[in-house]
């Protein structure tokens, strides 16, 4: 069984926007190519969810947050008293754990912005959450192509 990480972060603008984000990956990814000349090997989770209505993110700023899409049937559940959220769908689930111990500065303030949306981002091939360059991995693998992301509607914990 593959090992999921989630980590939180926020972004500010120069207008004084925040948005808050989550983005999750697995240890180890599940990656396809076909064997056409010059293909390239994707990640089948970014392929995946681009097919069911997920964007590419190339950069993580206030402002191209807010235009990504809401694809239909995902919401996020959380947080709970023990620092849980889980991210799915009616009949599977992307992520169900914590977001560590302690939430970015301004967490809350992103998430009241957002007007009740968090900016979910799923990360393929290549991306560790564990660096401690994670900022600067996470914009080179925005770059690449490496990251889909969508406006999912959040709610309370049912616990």
Sequence with gaps: MRAVRAVAEVVHDRAGGTASLVTIAADVPRLARDDHPGAEVVSVEVAELLGRG????????????????????????????????????GVEVLYDGDLGPDLPAYWSAGLAAQGGYLIVCVAGDGVDLTRTDLVDHLAWARGRGQVVAARVPMFPASD
């Design 54 to 89: 997920w964007a590419l993110l190339s950069a993580a700023s206030v402002q191209a947050v807010g235009r990504l899409p809401c694809p239909a049937g995902w919401s996020v559940r959380g947080l709970d008293v023990r620092g849980r959220i889980v991210i799915g769908t």
